[in-house]
């Protein structure tokens, strides 16, 4: 398993207006917005938190989404950080979910989804 998904595919348009209206759709709230977009989704007591990352440079497209765990769930053998593409048992709800809210705002784009 990677460390991030990553999803690079081209569109024309600026995926900021679909961007945002997704973030507020799956409460995904914004951390950094410096050329990259980085929004985050849990507290990350208990529960792995949900990163995806978004630039546009032109009509090229870079996304990366992960899951960053907690120190309890480390101590449970995860991964402090985990991609969100399918296989494997572990963190498998949480990266369910994820890839289900990204592959939604993809197709809206354009792109590739996650498997």
């Known amino acids: 398993m990677d460390d991030r998904t990553v999803v690079e595919f081209t569109c024309e348009k600026k995926i900021w207006p679909a961007v945002d209206e997704w973030a507020e759709r799956t409460k995904m709230g914004l951390v950094q917005?410096?050329?990259?977009?980085?929004?985050?989704?849990?507290?990350?007591?208990?529960?792995?938190?949900?990163?995806?990352?978004?630039?546009?440079?032109?009509?090229a497209v870079h996304v990366e989404a992960w899951l960053e765990s907690t120190?309890?769930?480390?101590?449970?053998?995860?991964?402090?950080?985990?991609?969100i593409g399918s296989g494997g048992?572990?963190?498998?709800?949480?990266?369910?979910?994820?890839?289900?809210?990204?592959?939604k705002l993809l197709e809206e784009l354009g792109g590739p989804t996650v498997e």
């Open 89 to 103: 048992m572990k963190l498998s709800l949480p990266r369910k979910d994820a890839r289900k809210g990204l592959n």
């Open 33 to 59: 917005r410096n050329g990259t977009r980085h929004y985050r989704k849990g507290r990350g007591f208990m529960n792995a938190r949900t990163n995806v990352a978004f630039s546009q440079d032109g009509d």
């Open 71 to 83: 120190g309890f769930l480390q101590r449970l053998r995860v991964p402090p950080v985990m991609g």
